[in-house]
């Protein structure tokens, strides 16, 4: 299928076990999104009566979803379905491709156009932590994963006989008078301080080195954190369609 080279539309959908996310790009500029509990190709057609420019699609996926999408969306642009075997405009050295969740290779992707030709920490804080290092040359190292503030919390209560869940905090204090107080320090301020303490042991392996922090927890630790840090909430949709372009140029 022949692309055009200019100003061009595309659609980015991201199946997550939960939810999936969708969006509409014009170039850089996210011009539409949405998110949704099933996606059905009824959507995706009143999505591209309303964006007709749409030329491109990617579909990025932790679940089995109905084949159909996918040929829905191949019978209209170009398409492709993000697996270990997609093409990444970065050089992937970990150890097992396979298994690397793709949340984190959209994220490597997004942090190299967001910091050419430098070294990146990306600090993706949802459901779990991740931590992943892109270096200048392009390398994607690997990185970390660990509990979520809201796995911490719940995992406080569920294999505890007293403990109560707590939930919707966004600040604690040092130290707690009370039960409450005191699980919301724990979580709140230690995780803080995990985050504080990657970012440091890897300023000093990986110098000069740019953090990038999203997820849907990120604006917990904008401000908070001693580094300075870049922020962004969709950073795996932008991963995405950095992914997108480079195969559309290929």
């Known amino acids: 299928m022949q692309l055009t080279t200019s100003i061009m539309q595309r659609l980015i959908i991201d199946i997550g076990n939960t939810f999936t996310k969708l969006a509409v790009f014009n170039n850089d500029n996210e011009l539409y999104a949405e998110r949704t509990t099933l996606l059905q190709t009824e ?47 970065f050089y992937n050295k970990y150890a097992t491709p396979e298994t690397l969740g793709k949340d984190r290779v959209a994220a490597a992707a997004a942090a190299i156009k967001i910091f050419p030709g430098q070294n990146v920490l990306v600090v993706d804080a949802g459901t779990s932590i991740t931590y992943d290092l892109i270096t200048a040359r392009k390398e994607y190292l690997g990185g970390g994963i660990s509990p979520g503030i809201q796995m911490r919390f719940k995992a406080l209560h569920t294999f505890t006989d007293r403990l109560p869940l707590i939930e919707n905090v966004e600040a604690a204090p040092l130290t707690g008078i009370n039960t409450k107080d005191s699980i919301s320090s ?47 909430p969709n950073i795996v949709m932008q991963g995405l369609m950095e992914i997108l372009k480079f195969n559309e140029d290929k």
């Not at 040929?71 to 990444?88: D, E, S, V």
């Not at 890897?202 to 630790?221: A, C, H, M, N, R």
């Open 43 to 89: 959507i995706l057609q009143n999505l591209y009566n309303r964006f007709p420019k749409i030329e491109s699609s990617i579909i990025s996926s932790v679940r089995n979803y109905p084949h159909e999408l996918n040929t829905w969306l191949k019978t209209r642009f170009y398409h492709i379905t993000l697996n270990p075997q997609t093409p990444l405009p």
């Open 186 to 232: 724990g979580v709140l301020n230690g995780v803080l301080y995990e985050v504080d303490g990657f970012i440091s042991s890897y300023s000093e392996q990986y110098k000069p080195l740019k953090i990038i922090i999203s997820g849907g927890d990120y604006k917990y630790f904008d401000k908070k954190l001693k580094n300075s840090i870049f922020a962004t």
